[in-house]
């Protein structure tokens, strides 16, 4: 037997995988109880997955979607809510995990768990013309001169959010400064003085 | 250059227009809304290759980046807020005893301008009155002389049918009525000749007329 050869025609992309109907139309019980897993979110350290919880099929449109529920764990938080998928199951980009495997993907996210956490620190230092700046803008208009020059960060909401935010009072473990910080590829800075 | 840009549509009638029209419209870029051009179909870009490290540092230090913007616009627009509400409160008190005043000001105009409203209601209101009385007493006496032709009208009738009422035919004079057109039979029958002759009756004998000139007439 020959070996079949794929030859790909066209723009690439970054997704890999099938669509949602493709995985869950072919399954028994339609996939309820199996975990699969989107391979954008594969990029991330921490393990990220859904456990399917409920399907509704739909109709078969040219873009075949199927409305699933699931229980969502993004980089190994395990969101309150269940989560609905609808608008994008249509998107080749989803990967059913086997059986045998599934033990892993738990065992990794049981693993993140004993990691020290990571809390996002309310307030930030202000650059440092800006501080100077205040200060001769708050003499100048008669206010209260500010000391401590820190500013709240503004965070985006997101269900998703990966690290908590310090609660008042609270210590972040990490900081945010003005300076170049903690590379996240030390290899690009070989022979270059940081600070 | 740039206005010609705007106004002139693309559109192949204009190759056949001014060449230096043309070049500016045809700059090297189709309009958003056509499709992509036949030579170009099968293009496939290519995809920009950034190794995974750089693409690592990058997102980290454009996250750090964004995070101190957000950060630096939420304070100006904080202390924007917190300087409106300090510089009103200040202001506070002047701004009501102005608003009062104001107040008072526009009051007096109101009631002024409500006086004199008033005046010309109530000139209006008279001539209107006397417009509707002058229309409804026309009215009124229009009515009283149709009612009174009615009555005359009704009376004349009255008279002439109890005039009549002497030749009725009562039981009495029934016997009589019977004997006296027994007695004088009327024949209604007629004929005419061509001249317009007319002959009574239908058994009398044809009665002609006197002379010639009587027909002509």
Redesign the interface.
């Known amino acids: 037997m020959t070996e079949k050869i794929i030859k790909y025609v066209g723009r690439t992309t970054d997704f890999k995988g099938k669509t949602l109907w493709e995985i869950v139309g072919s399954l028994r019980n339609l996939g309820v109880g199996r975990i699969i897993v989107r391979s954008t979110f594969e990029r991330y350290p921490e393990a990220s997955f859904m456990k399917i919880v409920k399907v509704e099929t739909c109709p078969d449109e040219e873009r075949r979607r199927v409305r699933v529920w699931v229980e969502k764990t993004f980089r190994g938080k395990k969101l309150p809510k269940l989560t609905e998928i609808y608008r994008t199951s249509y998107k080749p980009d989803y990967k059913l995990i086997p059986k045998n495997e599934e033990e892993q993907l738990l065992a990794r996210v049981a693993e993140q768990s004993s990691k020290p956490e990571v809390v996002l620190p309310r307030q930030i230092e202000m650059p440092p013309l800006m501080k100077r700046f205040i200060i001769n803008d708050h003499e100048k208009k008669g206010l209260e001169v500010i000391k401590d020059f820190m500013m709240p960060i503004n965070f985006t909401y997101s269900p998703n959010r990966a690290h908590r935010i310090a609660e008042p009072g609270e210590k972040a473990t990490v900081e945010f400064a003005i300076d170049l910080g903690k590379p996240a590829s030390p290899s690009l800075y070989e022979g270059v003085p940081l600070k | 250059m740039s206005t010609l840009h705007i106004i002139i549509p693309y559109s192949a009638v204009f190759k056949k227009l001014d060449p230096r029209l043309m070049q500016c419209v045809l700059a090297h870029r189709k309009p958003r809304w056509l499709p992509v051009a036949k030579s170009k179909i099968y293009r496939?870009?290519k995809?920009p290759v950034v190794p995974e490290?750089?693409r690592?540092?990058l997102?980290?230090?454009n996250n750090?980046y964004n995070?101190?913007m957000?950060?630096?616009?939420?304070?100006y627009r904080d202390e924007m807020v917190k300087?409106q509400t300090t510089s009103n409160s200040a202001t506070s008190e002047m701004s009501l005893k102005l608003d009062a005043e104001e107040w008072a000001r526009c009051e007096e105009l109101n009631g002024k301008w409500n006086a004199q409203v008033s005046l010309e209601r109530e000139e209006r209101r008279k001539i209107q009155l006397a417009e509707m009385e002058e229309y409804a007493l026309a009215r009124m006496e229009a009515k009283d002389k149709q009612l009174r032709e009615k009555i005359e009208k009704a009376s004349e009738e009255i008279r002439i049918q109890k005039e009549l009422s002497a030749t009725f035919i009562t039981p009495e004079k029934l016997d009589q009525a019977i004997e006296h057109a027994l007695a004088n039979p009327v024949d209604y029958n007629f004929a005419i000749d061509l001249q317009g002759g007319r002959y009574e009756g239908r058994d009398s004998p044809p009665v002609l007329p006197k002379n010639k000139d009587e027909i002509l007439q």
Do not use: G, H, V
Not at chain 2, 70 to 75: D, G, H, V, Y
């Open positions: 496939i870009p995809r490290d750089e690592r540092e997102m980290r230090l750090n995070t101190y957000r950060a630096i616009k939420q304070f300087e």
